[in-house]
T-cell receptor, first 117, second 114 residues
């Protein structure tokens, strides 16, 4: 079974631009979460989508947004890029559970490394 | 509110020696606890998790961790280190009872010497 795929793997943008990152979950997984990883702040939760609805949200500004499609693929968008948005963006998928996700095993993709110049 | 503290940003061991990576957590509700490993240029892989039940949790690659509520700890151990264990390890906590918003520790880099 194919793992979580993220495209593109590397991206270079300039300040003020916007960017869209894509994530394809493992077949059958309906929950997709996004994380930002930086040397300074570590790993931080951005948001989680389940059945095309945002179910949980971390503490990030509104410039960070996402969506999920009916096939469970997800995209995240960052508008008006800042230098501090340079990071590895990780996507993770999991099977749905009655508990709402807290105990689900998440499977991570390799990430998209975004560099903002 | 919840938080995770991983003691030691770097841990160095010899091949064959015991691996001990420390994790202490803070949570206002019973926690779910996780250990992940990240190899260079890769995403995170779940090593093991504690939700309920047995406090000694066995994971992949010979790792295990013990949930100690009185010490608010969830340390990761492996009896004998292999060169292939060299990686970044992350401890994470989330609150039981529903929504999954994990908090990660800053990570510990495990260095294995031949």
């Amino acid at each position: 079974k194919a793992g979580v795929t993220q495209t593109p793997r590397y991206l270079i943008k300039t300040r003020g631009q916007q960017v869209t990152l894509s994530c394809s979950p493992i077949s059958g997984h309906r929950s997709v979460s996004w994380y930002q990883q930086t040397p300074g702040q570590g790993l931080q939760f951005l948001f989680e989508y389940f059945s095309e609805t945002q179910r949980n949200k971390g503490n990030f500004p509104g410039r960070f947004s996402g969506r999920q499609f009916s096939n469970s693929r997800s995209e995240m968008n960052v508008s008006t890029l800042e230098l501090g948005d340079s990071a590895l963006y990780l996507c993770a998928s999991s099977l749905p559970s009655l508990s709402g996700g807290a105990t689900d095993t998440q499977y991570f993709g390799p990430g998209t490394r975004l560099t903002v110049l | 509110a919840q938080s995770v503290t991983q003691l030691g940003s770097h841990v160095s061991v010899s091949e064959g020696a015991l691996v001990l990576l420390r994790c202490n957590y803070s949570s206002s509700v019973p926690p779910y606890l996780f250990w992940y490993v990240q190899y260079p240029n890769q995403g995170l892989q779940l090593l093991l998790k504690y939700t309920t039940g047995a406090t000694l949790v066995k994971g992949i690659n010979g790792f295990e961790a013990e949930f100690k509520k009185s010490e608010t700890s969830f340390h990761l151990t492996k009896p004998s280190a292999h060169m292939s264990d060299a990686a970044e390890y992350f401890c994470a906590v989330s609150a039981s009872g529903g929504s999954y918003i994990p908090t990660f520790g800053r990570g510990t880099s495990l260095i294995v010497h031949p």
